[in-house]
């Protein structure tokens, strides 16, 4: 058994606490890790089950302008660990990744398991000690932290800390949120938790409702934001019970969001035809067969498939059932309406938490010297396709390297 003190502890064992974990144990510390589930890396195993989506291989300047008002902010941490330094990190753990048609990076097995197992068997050989059914509930007076383990409480405290608790989506894998309490009762400044990249809420039909879990491809959506900014983007989503969700809808979830906040409802487009203008659609539609109804002639001529046209029929104006140059008007431009949100929890992800300024550019706590933040607690956001998953590499990667220079200028070593 190794009999050297430990100076260091993550507390949390998704990918940013892994990452800060590699900084210190790479450096010769030895670093204990807490986490509240059994095993580490279970939001991370979720992700990787239908193909891990690592990061993306577009330009960098494009790629961080994904992060929006928090470009800034992360610009530094994801120039140091940028997409191809991340692939570089996957292939020298021994996993090959490709980038997929879409630019989307993924490991050549697709699955997150592999990558975990080689990644924790250099951590744990490096000096990691992982302690599972830890739950973190936070600092005592003595700056001790408090930990809820199986055999009650444990108080540790350590030279420097980081914290990589996640959001507060999918509770069931760990990230309930809960350190936002115990953090703002020290006064950390803290912007509120909302849901990302998270489903809406839609007044539908009990026809529609029927098609729930229905794909929704091959479609351009529109939006404009309280701001008059108008974004067009092609993808896909999916139909749901309550209303949509999906890689398209992720795509626009911050801005719908923003809008539901301001207006109490929002509305986008949908162009089921982005192939052909209004004009031509209305000039086929003009030939329709008196005998044939607009259903089948949509279905035939258009190719739209159930899902499709009844989001048409939803809601249509029937003084204009008629009226070709109105259903040319609705096959490109199709309003929808949202009224609300999916539940915080079952969100991909979170918006908001412990503001920047709070931070050194060390991503430590300016009003608790020796504890780092990385991750999802931090406050930024990202739409899905490898742009979440970076930045918790890179900010773990960052206060990883900031608390070992926290441990070094205090002339604390480890040999």
Same mark, same amino acid.
């Given at each position: ?293 607009? *259903? $089948?002639? =949509? +279905? ?8 499709? &046209? #009844? %989001? ?15 259903? *040319? $008007?609705? =096959? +490109? ?8 949100? &999916? #539940? %915080? ?71």
């Amino acid at each position: 058994m190794n009999n050297r003190p430990v100076s260091a502890t993550v507390i949390g064992g998704g990918p940013a606490g892994l990452m800060a974990a590699e900084q210190l144990t790479q450096a010769g510390y030895l670093v204990d890790l807490y986490d509240a589930m059994p095993s580490v890396g279970r939001k991370f195993l979720l992700a990787g089950i239908g193909g891990l989506n690592i990061t993306h291989a577009e330009p960098f300047s494009e790629f961080s302008h994904r992060y929006a008002e928090r470009t800034t902010q992360l610009q530094a941490y994801l120039e140091a660990f940028n997409p191809s330094a991340l692939r570089a990190w996957c292939a020298n753990l021994g996993i090959e990744t490709f980038v997929g048609s879409s630019g989307r990076v993924f490991p050549k097995e697709m699955k997150a398991a592999p990558l975990l197992r080689a990644w924790l068997s250099r951590l744990k050989t490096q000096g990691l000690t992982i302690y599972p059914r830890h739950r973190c509930v936070g600092l005592n007076a003595a700056n001790e932290w408090c930990l809820q383990t199986p055999n009650g409480v444990l108080h540790k405290k350590y030279a420097v800390s980081v914290l990589a608790l996640g959001g507060a989506s999918w509770k069931k894998l760990g990230s309930d949120g809960a350190w936002v309490e115990w953090l703002q009762a020290r006064e950390i400044p803290m912007t509120p938790l909302r849901p990302a990249n998270n489903g809406f809420l839609c007044a539908w039909s009990e026809y529609l409702k029927q098609l729930a879990g229905s794909p929704v491809k091959a479609v351009s959506l529109s939006f404009t934001d309280h701001h008059g900014i108008n974004t067009t983007r092609q993808g896909e989503f999916i139909l749901t019970e309550g209303g949509v969700e999906g890689s398209l809808i992720y795509a626009f979830a911050a801005k719908l969001r923003d809008s539901l906040a301001q207006q109490g409802s929002a509305h986008f487009y949908l162009d089921l035809c982005p192939h052909q203008s209004p004009a031509q659609l209305a000039a086929l539609l003009a030939k329709r067969p008196a005998k044939k109804s607009l *259903g $089948q002639f =949509l +279905k035939n001529q258009f190719k739209l498939d159930a899902v499709k &046209t #009844a %989001l048409v029929f939803e809601n249509f104006d029937k003084s204009q059932a008629s009226n070709p140059a109105y259903w *040319g $008007q609705r =096959l +490109k431009k199709l309003p929808i309406t949202v009224i609300g949100m &999916t #539940a %915080l929890d079952e969100a991909i992800s979170t918006a908001g938490g412990i503001g920047f300024e709070a931070l050194t550019q060390d991503l430590m706590l300016k009003q608790l010297p020796g504890v780092f933040c990385a991750g999802e607690m931090l406050d930024w956001e990202a739409p899905t396709g490898g742009y979440l998953l970076t930045a918790c590499l890179a900010t773990g990667k960052q206060a990883g390297e900031g608390a070992l220079r926290y441990l070094q200028a205090a002339g604390i070593t480890q040999i």
